[in-house]
């Protein structure tokens, strides 16, 4: 292979690379149009950059509290059936050294929602059980357990106040977690918080937004009352 074949060879594959590089670039930009449309539409609004301050925000999502570069992406941010809502892509990352002790960064992508309530309240977290934590709370008795047994056997349910939690998992609440089984919620101050493990898709927010919302819609009016308030905790943040 001659000097001119090679050039021309390297000229191709640098002419290729930047013709998939931009043609990324543009297919980037349309989804960001995309996105900003549809915030545009219901008046809400739509920052696609890295956003270090929502995720230092919702930090008190136990899982969102992990890793290094933590930050938010593709954040929209609106009222949804007449509630503060938010929705974003979440990312962060971890660390592992090999035995050679040579190391390896990994990205982590979740998508996160939430919307607001009326009022603080303690933490709480409902999240799909399975065998391991099943073998952990044989020991530590670190669940809460439910009359359901088949609830109990769905979920992992954890709050410091065990009253609180038998308020929220009502009759109504279980039968609608047993629907969509699977699902995570986490309940603290005056957010309630579902996640999930992959990067936020547009078509996905308005359904979850709209779970979190029939969510609320199942919690027991009197823990709204005023004589309830002490319910209430320090460590919630609200807006």
């Known amino acids: ?13 640098i002419a290729a690379a930047a013709g998939i590089g931009y043609w990324l670039w543009k297919r980037e930009l349309a989804r960001r149009d995309v996105w900003a449309g549809w915030a545009a539409d219901r008046g809400w609004t739509y920052d696609h950059g890295k956003n270090y301050g929502i995720a230092d925000y ?4 136990n899982k ?6 933590r930050y938010g992406e593709d954040v929209l941010r609106g009222v949804w059936r007449d509630r503060e809502a938010v929705a974003f892509t979440y ?9 050679d002790g040579d190391r390896t960064t990994q990205d982590h992508w979740m998508w996160v929602a939430a ?8 933490e709480l ?14 020991f530590t008795g670190s669940d809460i357990d439910f009359e359901s047994v088949e609830f109990s056997r769905a979920y992992e349910v954890k709050s410091a106040n065990k009253k609180f939690a038998y308020d929220f998992c009502n009759t109504a609440m279980i039968e609608f977690l047993m629907a969509n089984t ?7 101050g005056g957010w309630l918080v579902t996640y999930g493990d992959r990067k936020l898709k547009l078509e996905a927010v308005e359904p979850t937004l709209d779970f979190l ?27």
């Open 1 to 13: 292979m001659n000097g001119l074949v090679v050039v021309l060879l390297v000229v191709l594959a």
């Open 58 to 61: 919702f930090g008190f999502v």
């Open 64 to 69: 969102l509290n992990r890793g290094d570069d």
């Open 91 to 99: 990312h962060y990352e971890t660390e592992s050294t090999d035995s």
């Open 115 to 122: 919307i607001q309530l009326e009022q603080a309240f303690p």
């Open 125 to 138: 977290r409902i999240s799909p059980e399975h065998m391991g934590k099943r073998f952990l709370h044989a």
């Open 182 to 188: 699977g699902s995570v919620l986490e309940l603290e």
């Open 213 to 239: 919302t029939h969510t609320r819609a199942l919690m027991p009016g009197y823990l709204f009352h005023p004589e309830h308030s002490s319910l209430s905790t320090e460590s919630g943040r609200q807006q």
